[in-house]
């Protein structure tokens, strides 16, 4: 049949992969995908305060509750954790299941529009990896190179440099362009082409170095099972030539808002 794939697939697997992941209550994901929304709305910073506000509240509230009673859940392990002798605050842990709830959803559902936008566009190229199987990983390697979710990340210089031609001075923020850096010539042999077989793949999709995203094993399982998933089914992709799809306009994200799709499981199998 049809779908709109953004609100009816993208967003309900990742909201309830990342509940998964967190151990926190899937009947609470309205309000914390609320809240995280409002906050990146810029076009209403007071409403975005606010948001921000009621979430840490209410990530209070749980480190408050497994501090009293654990359960072996997210939180929980956070709380119990160790390095170097000493363990996390509450400060600390709250701002790490801000950056995980904040980061963790958007970001993954965007991913999966990308992809299933282009398999869409190109129906042979499950086929292919229905052939091929033993490719998959490195095609969700290639989606997330290809798609960049985040395409800034911000950093603060931790020394005095000149960077072409220009003063970056220590404590300065700077705006990295990591979808840009995804598409280096210099890097990548046709950047701007999708090749599910591309390797090696020195992508930044995830960051680099300690700041390294924390659920990248999360994000590439639920690409990996879902293309897994389109396979097992033989699904067919195809544009739903009705109506329009729509790209996120902001220009740090990278992402369908939405994606008409027409879907066809009544083909053989392909495996």
Known sequence: GKAEAVAEFCVPVA????????????QDSDKWVGWITSMFNVKDPSAGATASRELNTYIETLIAARRAKPTGDFVSMLIAAEIDGERLDDIQIRSFMTVVFGAGFET???????????????????????????LVPTAVEEFLRY??????????????????????????????????????????????EMRLDRSPNKHLTFGAGPHLCAGAGVARMEMAVTLETLIETGA????????????????????????????????????
């Open 15 to 26: 909201i309830t992969s990342l509940a998964a992941f967190t151990d926190v209550p899937l």
């Open 108 to 134: 993954t559902a965007d991913a999966l529009s990308v992809m299933l936008h282009w398999l869409a566009e190109h129906p042979e190229a499950l086929d292919r990896l229905a052939s091929e199987p033993e």
């Open 147 to 192: 798609s960049s979710p985040i395409e800034i990340f911000g950093r603060n210089a931790s020394h005095d440099l000149c960077l072409h031609g220009r003063d970056i001075r220590r404590g300065d923020i700077v705006a990295l362009g990591f979808g840009a850096a995804n598409r280096d010539p210099s890097v990548f042999d046709a950047p701007d």
């Open 236 to 271: 067919r992709l195809a544009p739903e030539s009705e109506q329009e799809l729509r790209w996120k306009t902001r220009g740090d994200r990278r992402g369908l808002a939405r994606l008409p799709l027409t879907i066809d499981t009544r083909k053989t199998n392909r495996r």
